[in-house]
C-alpha cells in the first residue's frame, strides 16, 4: 500500500480529503436522514389506503427506505417515484418533486460539492509544502553557491557581497529556478541588510529569497513589512528636505 501512494500521490490526497471532512460529511447524511424521516412521515400519511401506499409506503421504516433508494441516492432523481405518485393525485406528484429536489439535487449535490473542495485544498496544500521543501533545498545551493563567494568566511552576507553574487549568471540561473525575480532582490536589498545590521544569516537569507517568489500569497506579515519599507522610504525623503513644508504636510497626512 505505502508503494502504491508512493506512485499515486493523488490516491493519498483524496484519502486525506475525505478524512478531513468526514465530520461535515457526517453533519451532510445527518441532516439528510432528517429530512428523508419527515418526507416518509408526511407521505404515509397522504398515501394511506392508496395502491402506493400499500407498496411502498406502508410504514415510517419502508417509507424510509423507499425516498432514500429510489430518490434521494437514484441516480433519475426520483423520476419514476413522481412518475407513480402522479397517477394518485398531482399534489402527491408535486410534493414528491419538492423532495427530490430538497434531497436529491440539494443535499447530495452539497456532499459532491464538499468533497471536490475539500480535495482542492489538500491538494494544494500538499502543493505547497512540495514547492517549500524543493525550494528550500534550491535555497541551500544558492547558499552553498553564496559561501564559495563568502570573502571573510564569517556565516553572514554582507551587501557588497550579495552584489558581487547576484551579478553572477549562475545566481540568475538558481533564481529563476525558483521562481524570484532578481530585480525586486536588488530593489529590497538595502531595507532588508538594514533591517539585518549590515549582515544576514543562512536563515535569515533563506527566509527572504523565499518570501519573494512569485507564487508565494501574500499575508499579513506582508503587509506591516510593506508599511515598515514605506516608512523608512517617506524617512528618507523626509531627512533629505526637512524644510519642504509640502512634504511635512504630506507625512502629517500620511501618518
Known amino acids: 500500500l505505502a508503494k502504491l501512494l508512493r506512485f499515486m ?3 493519498l490526497v ?3 480529503s475525505v478524512g478531513i471532512a468526514m465530520r461535515a460529511i457526517s453533519l451532510v447524511f445527518a441532516l439528510l436522514m432528517m429530512i428523508i424521516y419527515m418526507g416518509a412521515i408526511a407521505f404515509r400519511v397522504l398515501l394511506e389506503n392508496t395502491p402506493m401506499g400499500k407498496e411502498r409506503f406502508e410504514t415510517v421504516t419502508q417509507a424510509m427506505g423507499t425516498l432514500l433508494l429510489d430518490c434521494a ?3 433519475t432523481k426520483g423520476g419514476p417515484l413522481i412518475r407513480e405518485a402522479y397517477q394518485e393525485h398531482p399534489i402527491i406528484s408535486l410534493m414528491m418533486f419538492c423532495f427530490a429536489l430538497l434531497a436529491n439535487v440539494t443535499v447530495m449535490g452539497m456532499i459532491g460539492g464538499l468533497l471536490v473542495q475539500t480535495i482542492k485544498k489538500v491538494a494544494e496544500v500538499e502543493e505547497e509544502e ?6 528550500l533545498e534550491i535555497v541551500d545551493d544558492f547558499w552553498t553557491h553564496l559561501a564559495a563567494h563568502d570573502t571573510d568566511s564569517n556565516g553572514y552576507i554582507v551587501r557588497e557581497e550579495f552584489f558581487n553574487l547576484i551579478s553572477q549568471p549562475q545566481t540568475l540561473k538558481i533564481l529563476k529556478k525558483m521562481d524570484v525575480d532578481p530585480e525586486i532582490l ?3 536589498s538595502d531595507f532588508i541588510f538594514e533591517e539585518n545590521k549590515g549582515r544576514m544569516s543562512q536563515k535569515a537569507f533563506n527566509e527572504w529569497v523565499c518570501d519573494l517568489r512569485g507564487t508565494q500569497k501574500c499575508t499579513v506579515k506582508d503587509h506591516y513589512e510593506t508599511r515598515k519599507f514605506i516608512m523608512e522610504k517617506l524617512n528618507d525623503i523626509f531627512a533629505a528636505a526637512p524644510q519642504a513644508n509640502k512634504l511635512d504636510l504630506l507625512k502629517g497626512s500620511y501618518l
Open 9 to 11: 500521490p493523488e490516491l
Open 14 to 16: 483524496i484519502i486525506q
Open 73 to 75: 441516492m437514484s441516480g
Open 130 to 135: 512540495r514547492s517549500v521543501v524543493s525550494n
Open 186 to 188: 536588488v530593489s529590497l
